[in-house]
């Protein structure tokens, strides 16, 4: 019981610093921790099948999400948050790292609750998904950065795969795998449109650079070719 609450605290903890994280190798990492320890809580209360399979779908999710997760941070930081602006679906801005922060406390309060009042499968701490659930609910209704909005999703099918995986704890390789190509394929169209938002942020960057010439006419020197 111990070993699980330690690992609860650790997810939240994790998730926490995923959920503020403006840093794209900070994000990585928190990201990986993710599934990590909730590949690590699998061990502890289901099979290890199912631990094996959670830290190989995140590894791929992670190794996948990395270079346009790097891409966007350099070029953010070497053209003074365009790639920011460009990537955000709807003002210049994202939510705030201290609102996220507390949002995020009070999702963790309220999966709590939630966990303790509407227990969904009997004889297993149904904290887990309650907490990845309603952040990455949080993350999608409330971030305008679409790096954000994807890490969401993935917490918000995170949770999902976990719910799912304690309903029925006995399934066979292939059920396993299918919710392991959902989770694949989610992170694969996240990277693609990360990569187009990239590619247009370094297009508008290229375009805003390229000098004008004026071809009407060459300057005067004091005035002498007008009063000519």
């Given amino acids: 019981m111990l070993n699980e609450f330690v690992l609860l605290v650790l997810l939240v903890l994790v998730a926490s610093l995923l959920s503020v994280s403006v840093e794209w190798h900070v994000a990585v990492v928190c990201l990986w921790l993710v599934y990590a320890v909730a590949g690590t809580w699998l061990l502890v209360v289901a099979t290890p099948e199912l631990a094996i399979a959670k830290y190989i779908t995140g590894t791929t999710v992670c190794a996948l999400l990395m270079p346009g997760l790097r ?31 507390v949002g995020a406390m009070l999702v963790a309060a309220a999966a709590v609750a939630l966990s303790s009042a509407f227990p969904i499968v009997e004889g297993a701490s149904n904290f887990a998904w309650y907490w990845l659930g ?4 949080l993350l999608v209704m409330l971030s305008r950065d679409l790096v954000r909005t994807g890490i969401g ?3 918000l099918l995170n949770a999902v795969d ?3 995986t304690m309903v029925a704890r006995n399934q066979g390789v292939g059920a396993i795998g299918a919710r392991s190509v959902v989770t694949i394929m989610l992170a694969l169209a996240l990277a693609s449109v990360w990569s187009v938002f990239q590619d247009r942020a370094g297009a508008t960057t290229t375009t805003a650079r390229v000098p004008t010439v004026s071809l009407d006419r060459p300057p005067t020197l004091g005035g002498i070719d007008d009063a000519a």
């Fill in 71 to 101: 891409a966007l941070g350099s070029g953010r930081a070497a053209r003074g948050g365009r790639v920011r602006r460009l990537a955000d679906a709807a003002g210049s801005t994202g939510a705030d790292e201290p609102f996220m922060l």
């Fill in 134 to 137: 309603l952040l990455g609910v």
């Fill in 153 to 155: 999703l993935l917490l």
């Fill in 162 to 164: 976990l719910l799912d």
